[in-house]
């Protein structure tokens, strides 16, 4: 029950901040409007931020809307990267705009401009991103452990404690459960490594 759990919890909470963060790299690398290099400031200044400072103010809002011990308080605070924005900001450089204006002539809108080209385009950048936020959100730990109150919603990486007493320790419940907690890691890994690292270094040269 914890692995499902934190598998639905990684994998939906990964889609759903690709897709935020692949649009509005796109939007913020294509297209021209007032205040777009102060909003893209401020998103990279919160990534200065550790997130454990914003973890009470979180608790209070999710508190206040009544959302604590549901699926939406865990992945909804976390929809969108400062990360994946810039990542996929800079891989949205590498699209010519010529090809983006000879859609738009034949009469494409801007989803589907988006969706067939810019998608497609942006293969390996997103992949990487996505490992990075799967890894990241199958890791995490605080959010999850602050916001679920019924055991049955725990992740796997908050059922870990439960292996630990007090008085003792069932090292080898503990040792069994982290060998399986680190199954998806090793998979994703070796099923994507080569487009981890296209999509790093095609990333990283983006100007």
Known sequence: RYFLNSLVYAVVLTVITVYTSTLSGFVLSKYEFRGKQLLFSGILMTMMVPATVTIIPRYSIMQTLGWLDTYKALILPGAFSAFGIFLMRQACFSIPDE???????????????FWRIVLPQLQNSIVTFAIFQFLFAWDDYLWPYL??????????????????????????????????AVIPVIV????????????????????
């Open 99 to 113: 090809m983006l204006e000879a859609a738009r002539i034949d009469g494409a809108n801007e989803f589907y401009v």
């Open 147 to 180: 916001i679920t109150r019924n055991s049955d919603r725990h992740m796997l990486s908050v059922a870990l404690n439960l292996f630990s007493g007090r008085h003792s320790t069932d090292y080898a419940g503990l040792f069994a459960a982290t060998s399986i």
């Open 188 to 207: 994703v890994y070796v099923v994507f490594q080569r487009r981890f690292i296209e999509g790093i270094s095609s990333s990283s040269l983006k100007t």
